[in-house]
């Protein structure tokens, strides 16, 4: 009897352990590669974008630049104007600027492909960069 009993803490013990290794090399699997010839918006993203996705964003922009219109002498009072204005302002009306289709990751890739004379780009490790400009300002930009 004191047999099974060991017999069976020991397989619980193993199905424990094996769970816990599955489960943590599993992430390791989830990363995939980037087809970089089939990178970007496709045209039913593009599509929905125009038709759905775009329309909703300016009238976020809109809503968001008259709710904070409404609530600036609160955010006044609070001392938090600025955030304010970042999350209900300039977030909702910089979102309408990504590119037709895009996700957030290939608007930010395609626009640091443009070129900028006064602009030295080094990637440092992915998905950072430093951006140094000519009047040696240093910017790190996080991707």
């Known amino acids: 009897m004191v047999w099974k009993t060991t017999i069976k803490n020991n397989m619980i013990t193993l199905g424990t352990i094996a ?4 489960a943590s090399i599993m992430p390791s699997y989830a990363a995939i590669e ?5 990178f970007g ?11 759905v996705g775009k329309p909703l964003q300016l009238v976020a922009a809109v809503a968001g630049t ?6 600036l002498p609160f955010s006044i009072a609070g001392g938090n104007a600025e955030q304010a204005q970042q999350k ?9 600027q990504r590119c037709l289709g895009c996700t957030v990751a290939e608007d930010n890739y395609y626009k640091s492909q443009a070129s900028n004379q006064g602009l030295v780009r080094i990637v ?3 998905p950072s960069e430093i ?3 000519t009047n040696d300002q240093v910017i790190v930009t996080p991707q």
Request: proline share 5%; glycine share 0%; net charge negative.
């Open 124 to 126: 440092v490790d992915q």
């Open 34 to 38: 980037i087809n970089e010839t089939d």
């Open 88 to 96: 209900m302002v300039v977030e909702p009306w910089e979102a309408l």
């Open 41 to 51: 918006p496709s045209y039913e993203t593009m599509a929905v974008d125009t038709v």
């Open 131 to 133: 951006l140094i400009s």
């Open 66 to 71: 008259a709710a904070y219109i409404v609530s």
């Open 19 to 22: 769970a816990i290794t599955a």
